[in-house]
C-alpha cells in the first residue's frame, strides 16, 4: 500500500509559538491530502481538506488564521498551529489521497503536539 | 456523507474468528465502504476496501449484502495483535473524498 510520512512525530514547545508539521506521501503523488485532529479516547476529526496549488478547504468551527495548511507539491503538505495554545495539544493526523489504489486514504502515523 | 453506525467495543479471544457489522443506511451510489484499524496513538491503518458482494485480502474479508445497507469485517483468527479500535467508513469515490470518522469499535483480544 501507498505510504505517508509525518515529521515530526511528537512535538512540545511552549505557549505562544507556532509549530509545523509536516506530510509527506512516499510513493504516490497526492493532489489532496487531509487534516484530522484527535483527543485522547475519541474518534478523528477532519480539520481541512488540502488541496496542491490552491487553498485549504477548512471544516466548521476550524480557525483557518490559527492552523495554516500549505500544500505546495503533489507530495507535501504543511500544517502550521501558530500561537499555540494548551487546548491546541493533541494527536495530528494526516492523510493522503492515492489514485492509484482507488482513491484510498492513507493515514500518516500521527503528530503528538504538547503544548506547555 | 453516509454515516456509520458500529459496536461500541467487542470482546474475542486468540484464535477466534471475529465479525464486526457496521450500518450505513443512507449509503450513495457512488459511495465505497472502507475499514480501517488504529492502534494508540498511532495513525489509521488500512485494511481493506469494497462496493459490493465479498473481497478478501491476505489479512481481512468484507462482506456487502446486496443492499449495501451494511457490510461485515470479518478478521479470522485473532490474535492479541489484533487489539485495536477498527473503523468503518463510507465515502465517494473510494474514501478519495473527505471522509467522517464514527466512533469505531473497540477490539479487545484475550488470552
Known amino acids: 500500500g501507498a505510504v505517508v510520512s509525518q515529521h515530526p512525530s511528537r512535538v512540545i514547545c511552549k505557549s505562544g509559538t507556532s509549530v509545523k508539521i509536516e506530510c509527506r506521501s512516499l510513493?504516490?503523488?497526492?493532489?489532496?491530502m487531509f487534516w484530522y485532529r484527535q483527543f485522547p479516547k475519541q474518534s478523528l476529526m477532519l480539520m481541512a481538506t488540502?488541496?496542491?496549488?490552491?487553498?485549504?478547504?477548512?471544516e466548521q468551527g476550524v480557525e483557518k488564521d490559527k492552523f495554516l495548511i500549505n500544500h505546495a507539491s503533489l507530495t507535501l503538505s504543511t500544517l502550521t498551529v501558530t500561537s499555540a495554545h494548551p487546548e491546541d495539544s493533541s494527536f495530528y493526523i494526516c492523510?493522503?489521497?492515492?489514485?492509484?489504489?482507488?482513491?484510498?486514504?492513507?493515514f500518516g502515523p500521527g503528530t503528538r503536539l504538547l503544548v506547555l | 456523507l453516509a454515516k456509520t453506525t458500529q459496536p461500541i467495543s467487542m470482546d474475542s479471544y486468540e484464535g477466534q474468528e471475529v465479525n464486526i457489522t457496521c450500518s450505513h443506511n443512507n449509503i450513495a451510489t457512488n459511495d465505497y465502504i472502507t475499514w480501517y484499524q488504529q492502534f494508540p496513538s498511532q495513525g489509521p491503518r488500512f485494511i481493506i476496501q469494497g462496493y459490493k458482494t465479498k473481497v478478501t485480502n491476505e489479512v481481512a474479508s468484507l462482506f456487502i449484502p446486496a443492499d449495501r445497507k451494511s457490510s461485515t469485517l470479518s478478521l479470522p483468527r485473532v490474535s492479541l495483535s489484533d487489539t485495536a479500535v477498527y473503523y468503518c467508513?463510507?465515502?465517494?469515490?473510494?474514501?478519495?473524498?473527505?471522509?467522517?470518522f464514527g466512533t469505531g469499535t473497540q477490539l479487545k483480544v484475550e488470552l
Open positions: 510513493d504516490f503523488q497526492a493532489t489532496t
Open positions: 492523510s493522503a489521497r492515492s489514485g492509484q489504489y482507488q482513491e484510498t486514504q492513507y
Open positions: 488540502s488541496n496542491e496549488g490552491s487553498k485549504a478547504t477548512y
Open positions: 467508513l463510507v465515502g465517494e469515490g473510494g474514501g478519495g473524498n473527505k471522509l467522517t
